[in-house]
């Protein structure tokens, strides 16, 4: 990557126009498998696409191609991050099934694999609701306009099949709960999955080996991007509110774990003098920062990027639902997905794509996007839209020009076939082995 005459913020563009394969539509080089060429045979043994589709009907082939470029984005890591730092390979399988895997979870068509997220029809398409905190079911009300029920999602659906998707999302978002119409095409198609600026002058003396990074995200795309660049070399600090801290330690105790393996950890009150002072101070001496918090947060607490001022090298990469042009609004991993386009089809009826994928995929696309960004010299701010991301792999065109078959694979399995590559898989379930940290 050249940088002598572009500044940083261009060039981690120009890598991404040459690189995203969506951007580009050049061949990339994809790791040997062992169902090379064909993403339909390596999505069935991933184990996303057990997760995808109806509990009593065959698994759904659909979101293959975007599993295609997943596989080739963790290939593109593994040779950026062995540039910057020590090289991560990761299995792109265990990236998005390993929650799974520790959950036990098992796909459920219109209903999240994780239960809290599910695909309502609207009055003209798809939404997709989540109800994952108790203030969100608490929120049902005041979203449809009536006191309703006992069973929110009945009311939920009541009120969607009689009201345009757009109002119904507009209204759940103004409440902060987490919603999105289903993605089509034609807004895939465009999507960029993260912005660059510039924030700072670059610098020749960055690399991910020793850098000071510290995460102030939660649950699992931020996590993800910060255990990445943990096991690439840096030093990583994890912040935690006392009053907030991250729910997948109490929620997802194992999985914390593995993400967070070998980090370090602060908790700090973000309430007082002492605890923002405290934050300050962690941020200035990063040399990258990871946050997931909605653009207001930061300010309140004064610590802006847009404000700070920068030392030269400085990273900072903000990961939301919509990105920072979208400053309110809220997204979790399965509402997100579906936001983007990403789901399972069975005719005209749509189901949810493995567990909560918007989160893995945005995880390793901050972390492509960061390591890019330390071989570019630094310097700039990375807003990255988790909607968007999803939409940029779910624009892409599956390359193998085969026929897929699912088929009985025999004691209540089930097998993919590919007539291009004249050999078949067995659609194997999630797992656990192979996470990244």
Known sequence: MTTSHLMPSAVVSRWLDNWWPNRSRNAVATPDHSVPGCAVLQWAGSGGMELTGVSTAPPLISPAAAYGVLDAAVGELGRLTGLVGD????????????????????????????????????AERWIAISLCRPDDVASVPAIVGDRGTDDPWRDLADFAARTPASDVVDQAQLLGVAAAELGGAADAASALPFQVTDIASRT??????????????????????????????????????????DGARIGDPEFFEWLHRGQEFRAVDFTSDEGRNQLAHLIDAADIVIEASRPRAL?????????????PGKIWVGITGGGRSRPIQVNFGDDAAVGGGLVGWSGDQPAFCADAIADPLSGITAALATTAAVEAGGGVLIDLSMVDTVASFTAAELACPGDHVVRDDGGGGWAVECSHERRHSPVRGPTASGLPC
Do not use: F, Y
């Open 204 to 245: 020749d003396a960055l690399a991910v080996r020793g850098a000071t990074v510290v995460d102030l995200s939660s649950l699992w795309a931020g996590p993800l991007c910060g255990g990445i660049l943990s096991r690439a070399g840096a030093r990583v600090i994890k912040v935690e509110s006392t009053g907030r801290p």
């Open 87 to 122: 090289a991560v390979h990761l299995e792109p399988g265990a990236v998005i099934g390993a929650r799974a895997a520790l959950r036990g979870l098992r796909r459920n068509g219109q209903i999240s694999a994780g239960g809290m997220t599910r695909l309502i029809r609207a």
């Open 299 to 311: 300010e309140r607490l004064g610590l802006s990027p847009d404000r700070l001022a920068h030392r």
